[in-house]
């Protein structure tokens, strides 16, 4: 890696000498004679374009029209080619958010846009840079130069989707916290209303067409219960300092997104376990409630309705598996008795798909038995497929939440391994009308991998779009400026080469950007990070065993 004083000079660090950073300049070649531009014993230069993702930057696009890869060859500047250094890591997932679900657990990812500028032709005479005194020294064999690396469309490390406005109906903001209504709940909310209203027809016939009015209001009442129960997470939450993304009502409850772990076992055991709590106090206050109002009512039948329901949220959310509350709790449990939040997580997750095989067998036993209440002869033909069905739903939802659960423990645990500094392209500065080829020259004979836009003054102003060289055919490269092919630096794009872990992808993901400015806390120069890197990084770390 590069570090540059703030004038665009190198500067020794990170354990290597001035020599090892320095790139010797030699004069421009001249737009106007590019037979001088292009001598005879200059080596062939082949760029590869890989495979990559669609971008709406620019048309800098070195595939074809039908997405497949091409090469382009041709002759690079008046210098040698060159080698630098290895590229870093591997792709990556994004880090999740925390999840405290009343029934459900739901992972999603998503991306974020990127934009850039199409590439500008340059005066018609590019100026001689001054020479360099620096000499340089070679670079390890087998690493690749700007030129010559495969040049990715990077893009900030992804985290889970928030579903905002296009996901999900934005009821209001409670303690700050944006609630949602998914589009699923409308659909549960009509599965209650039909059930319950069955049922009502058989208490009350009376209500006639009324019942589903009657039962319309238990739904909404009902989801007013879960909303109680994630606000106790999420109370909780802010009281420890933990950032709360949303709360989400969806098909079978809700979810409160936390973005942060607990610092303690003992933290996590209380945010887990409030949301339980809150619901086991409604279904008190629910009883203590329908003790005046006369049996056979409709406001006796919604308070025993709501005083079960609430009892069955509290009951559910306690079973030890995750992603559950009681999962939760269980993770805690076990993490203050190893010391290692893993081995907690772990263990939960194992019982929680233990559980999932549970209630996939035995939920449609327990009701054809009729352990649950009902008749065994009245639980035949369309009962029975039902109950199946509520039980493969509830199954695949905990056996999903515990694995994405045990996803996401392992990419917390993984996050530390992510630090700017180490992930970091050396970088050489060039001034604002370097020709694209004097600019790889120069790289190239550093071991460089990214090209820093300095002003008259040696700050940095622009960085060079990789996606942006790579559509620069190579004949037109001496007469392309670089300032043409750089995207303009603005605060979020400067980063401390000290951030690291979740620090560091909160950083990138506020500005999203395929190149980042690393800076040391000097301001100087460190040298480039590219968000292709940093997501290679991670999956390596992903891939290795914790």
């Known amino acids: 890696m590069d570090e540059s004083g703030g004038s665009g000079q190198p500067r020794p660090g990170n354990d290597e000498s001035a020599e090892h950073h320095a790139a010797p300049a030699t004069p421009a070649p001249d737009p106007a004679h590019p037979d001088d531009a292009t001598p005879t014993d200059e080596p062939t230069m082949v760029v590869r374009r890989l495979d990559l993702p669609a971008d709406d930057s620019t048309g800098d696009d070195a595939t074809g029209d039908d997405g497949t890869d091409r090469e382009v060859t041709g002759r690079e500047g008046n210098g040698p080619e060159g080698t630098g250094p290895a590229e870093h890591g591997t792709e990556a997932e994004a880090k999740g958010t925390e999840t405290h679900a009343t029934e459900t657990h739901a992972t999603e990812t998503h991306g974020t846009a990127e934009q850039g500028r199409n590439p500008q032709t340059t005066p018609d005479r590019a100026p001689t840079p001054a020479p360099d005194d620096h ?61 319950f209203g069955g049922q009502l027809d058989r208490v009350l016939p009376e209500l006639g067409a009324a019942r589903y009015l009657v039962s319309l209001f238990f739904a909404v009442a009902f989801y007013a219960s879960v909303l109680v129960h ?119 997750a194992w019982v929680g798909r233990a559980l999932a095989v549970s209630v996939l067998i035995g939920l449609p036993l327990l009701t054809q038995s009729g352990a649950l209440g009902s008749n065994a002869e009245d639980n035949v ?39 700017a500094r180490n992930l970091t392209r050396r970088a050489v500065p060039v001034e604002t009308d370097t020709p694209l080829s004097e600019a790889l020259r120069r790289a190239n004979a550093a071991g460089a991998r990214a090209l820093v836009v300095v002003d008259a ?30 995207q303009d630096l603005t605060d979020g794009m400067r980063v401390s080469a000290e951030l690291a872990g979740e620090d560091l992808l909160d950083a990138l993901r506020a500005t999203p950007a395929t190149e980042y400015l690393v800076v040391e806390e000097t301001g100087e120069i460190y040298g480039v990070l590219s968000a292709a890197d940093v997501e290679r990084a991670f999956v390596k770390a992903m891939a290795r065993p914790s």
């Open 135 to 195: 000499p340089h020294a070679d670079t390890p064999a087998g690493d690749r130069t700007l030129a010559h690396s495969g040049l990715a469309k990077g893009r900030p490390p992804k985290r889970p989707r928030e579903p905002g406005p296009g996901g999900g109906l934005l009821m209001g903001r409670p303690f700050g916290v944006p609630v949602y209504v998914a589009p699923s709940w409308f659909l549960v909310a009509a599965l209650i209303t039909w059930v």
């Open 230 to 348: 994630e606000l106790a997470h999420t109370v909780a939450a802010l009281r420890f300092k933990l950032p709360v993304r949303r709360i989400q009502l969806q098909f079978f409850g809700g979810v409160s997104e936390i973005e942060k772990e607990a610092e303690t076992p003992g933290r996590e055991f209380w945010l887990a376990f409030v949301g339980p709590l809150l619901s086991l106090v409604l279904s008190g206050l629910f009883y203590l409630a329908l003790q005046p109002v006369e049996p056979g009512t409709v406001p006796g039948v919604l308070l025993a309705g709501l005083m079960i329901s609430n009892l069955i949220v509290a009951a559910f959310n306690l079973l030890p598996g995750l992603p559950l509350d009681g999962g939760r709790m269980l993770r805690a449990v076990v993490w203050k008795i190893t010391g290692r939040p893993m081995t907690g997580t772990i263990a939960a």
């Open 381 to 419: 033909g369309m009962d029975t497929v039902m109950d199946a069905l509520l039980a493969a739903i509830l199954a695949a939802i905990i056996w999903t939440g515990a694995g994405n659960s045990l996803r996401m423990a392992r990419l917390r645990e993984h996050l530390p391994e992510l630090r």
């Open 457 to 486: 003054d040696g700050q940095p102003i622009s960085l060079v779009r990789e996606a942006a060289i790579v559509g620069v055919p190579e004949h037109r490269r001496p007469w392309v400026a670089v300032s043409g092919l750089a």
